[in-house]
């Protein structure tokens, strides 16, 4: 027997007279609510519940849950994590296709305690979308795994991977999220963007993703989800160091971009 839950009585049931308040200030028909159900039935058969939700309200409960604790800014999740990350040995270089599209870039960062301590043998755990905007898992034809992978941090707590350089991320257009966004005059964009989770014995786990400065949706539209934050954003440059080349097979030159990640104890 489920018993009465007091915070989901009281968050449910005020969301549900807050819909009830609106549909009522709106006048919505019958004919109306009727389409509004369909459109939801096929959001839930297209598997884009993750992807509508998170896009409209994680980044709300992300903040929620995350605003104002000590260490490196949290972000959302989104709803393309997978949980079978392809653990990597070094020299890291992120799974990718031969002909993978994207300029190749080396990632360096360090993970860190609060009082800058580097620590060592942290759980990296990153994933991204291809150079196309999409993310592997969740389109035919790109191996399951692929621009994932599961890192570790070296002694001072750092870590260095290749990968091609995300691309801003833009909604499908085909599915029920991107009719929505058409019916609303919404756009489709989020900038391009890094995820990671990390994780290491006696801290807290940090889910954050990584920006670009100068990126044309976070200064031009904005993000769809809302998502960004100022600490998250870093610099994009050049690397042309020959060993770091040759041990990711890449270069001569290639862009390179860096991050602190500093986590609280447990
Ligand atoms: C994404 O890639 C993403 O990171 C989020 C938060 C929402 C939708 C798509
Ligand atoms: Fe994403």
Redesign the pocket.
């Known amino acids: 027997m489920v018993e009465r839950n007091e915070r989901v009585t009281k968050v449910a049931l005020d969301i549900i007279d807050a819909i009830q308040d609106r549909l009522a200030a709106h006048d919505v028909t019958h004919q109306e609510y009727r389409a509004a159900w369909a459109w939801l039935m096929g959001l839930a058969q297209s598997g884009e519940v993750p ?1 509508f939700l ?2 409209f309200f ?1 980044s709300i409960v992300e903040r929620n849950t995350f605003d104002g604790v000590a260490g490196s800014e949290h972000a ?1 999740q ?3 994590y997978l949980d079978d990350h392809p653990v990597l040995s070094p020299p890291y270089c992120l799974p990718m296709r031969d002909d993978e599209p994207g300029d190749a870039m080396v990632f360096t960062g360090v993970v860190e305690d609060l009082g800058g301590n580097g620590i060592e043998g942290a759980t990296v755990d990153t994933w991204q ?1 291809a150079n196309d905007g999409t993310y592997s898992g969740f389109v035919p034809d790109v191996p399951r795994g692929n621009l994932r992978g599961i890192l570790t941090t070296a002694a001072g707590g750092t870590f260095r991977f290749s990968t091609i350089k995300p691309a801003p ?1 833009r ?1 499908p257009h085909e599915g029920p999220t991107g009719e929505f966004l058409l019916l609303t005059g919404l756009h489709p964009w ?1 900038p391009a ?1 890094f ?1 990671f989770t990390i994780t290491a014995d006696g801290y807290k786990p940090l889910t954050t ?1 990584i920006y670009f400065r100068g990126d044309e949706i976070i200064d031009g539209i904005g993000d769809i ?1 809302n ?1 960004v934050k100022d600490s998250l954003i870093v610099d994009v440059g050049q690397g042309s160091d020959p060993t770091v080349a040759s041990e990711h097979g890449i270069g001569p030159t290639y862009l390179v971009a860096d991050a602190t990640f500093a986590l609280d104890s447990a």
Do not use: F, N, S, W
């Open positions: 992807l998170d896009v994680e959302m989104g709803p393309y979308a991320y909604i989020r963007h995820h993703q989800t998502g």
